[in-house]
Every structure is written in C-alpha cells, then in structure tokens.
C-alpha cells in the first residue's frame, strides 16, 4: 500500500498543532490584528506557497478593512535546510508607499528568507511593516528580528501540513506534523 491508499496522516511520526489548536490560535492573532491595524487599511501580504491556508483563515478572522496580496519566493531549493538564497519568484502587484503591510509567514526559522523580505520591503517607503508568522523556529534563528504577531513557537524539527510542505507534498494536511524518518529515504 502507499500514501494515497493509506491517507497522507500514515506518514506523520508526530502531530504537533492539531486543526482545532491551529483554529483557535488563528483567531486569536486575527483579533490581535484587527485590534492593532484599526482605521489603518493594512496591506496584509501573504509569503507563498506555504501561507495559504494560514492567509484564507485569518484574513477572514480579521474583521476591519484590509487589501490582500502575495508575494512568492523561494529559499530551499528543494532542502530542508536553508541556503540563505532568496529569490523573488512573485513580486507584489501594487506599490507600497505610506502603507502599513503585514507580511504572513507559515514559518521563520533562519529568518534569514524574512531578513531580506523586510529589507526588500523597506526600501519601497511603507508607513509599517510587521510579521505574523504561524511557527517560530526561534532555536535556529540566525538572524535577529522578531515577529510581532506569532502563532507557536516550534521545535528545532522539520515540520509539514497546514501549507508546509516536504518536496512539494503534505500542504494539504489539516495539521502540523513530523515526518517519519522513512519518508525521506
Ligand atoms: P528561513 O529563511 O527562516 O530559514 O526559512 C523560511 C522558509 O523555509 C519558510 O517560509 C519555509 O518555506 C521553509 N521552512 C523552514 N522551516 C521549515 C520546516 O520545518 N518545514 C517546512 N516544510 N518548511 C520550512
């Protein structure tokens, strides 16, 4: 049998955040944001791929008005661990200037895809910008910045489901999990 006789869930060794801690959590940062962005008509830019189940649930938590755009990049090549080079894959459809911008993050652990993400940003004159990051991955941050606005914190783990993904795969899961190691061999 394989995975998709199996279901996707065979391969995970360990949930980390289920689907009801993720929602809960979710909205409680969608509120935080509606509180704090009141009157200021954010920007709320999602990092793709991996932001878009995190972006469809908490934009719609965030219950004032709000503009949404994306922006991809790409960093791992394909690794699971990161090789500090970033490319603009998708860049932002509109300019940013005197905006305040919220860039959504699945997850920073480097941070060094977000290090340039904000200095790219910074340079295109916005009012604010601010992070909300699903995971934060703080032990094997390289780089020093904080996100304001942050879901979990996560184990030093390589982490799939809820939009991350492992060679492509698992986005779909409804929760956050670890790999069985055979999944990589
Ligand atoms: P950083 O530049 O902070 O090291 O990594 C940022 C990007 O690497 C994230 O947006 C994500 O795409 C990817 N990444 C980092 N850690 C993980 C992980 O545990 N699982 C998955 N699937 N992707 C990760």
Redesign the pocket.
């Known amino acids: 049998m394989n995975d998709a006789e199996r279901g996707l869930g065979s391969s995970i060794r360990e949930v980390l955040f289920t689907q009801q801690t993720i929602a809960t959590r979710v909205g409680e940062l969608a509120s935080a944001i509606a509180h704090d962005y009141k009157r200021r008509k954010p920007l709320v830019v999602g990092?793709l791929s991996?932001c878009f189940p995190l972006m469809a649930d908490l934009v719609r938590g965030i219950d004032i008005p709000l503009e949404v755009d994306f922006m991809a990049v790409s960093?791992?090549g394909g690794n699971?661990v990161?090789s500090?080079v970033?490319r603009i894959l998708k860049d932002l459809n509109q300019a940013i200037d005197g905006r305040d911008v919220l860039l959504v993050?699945?997850?920073?652990?480097?941070?060094?895809?977000?290090r340039y993400l904000l200095d790219n940003l910074q340079t295109r004159r916005p009012a604010s910008v601010e992070v909300c990051t699903l995971?934060d991955?703080q032990e094997?941050r390289t780089?020093r910045l904080d996100a304001r606005y942050v879901g979990f914190r996560?184990p030093n783990?390589?982490?799939?489901g809820y939009g991350?993904?492992?060679a492509g795969l698992?986005r779909n899961l409804p929760y956050i999990g670890v790999l069985k190691p055979e999944v990589y061999s």
Do not use: P, Q, R
């Open positions: 990092v991996g960093s791992y699971t990161s500090g970033v993050e699945d997850i920073v652990d480097t941070g060094l895809t977000l995971l991955k094997a780089e996560c783990e390589f982490v799939v991350l993904d492992y698992y």
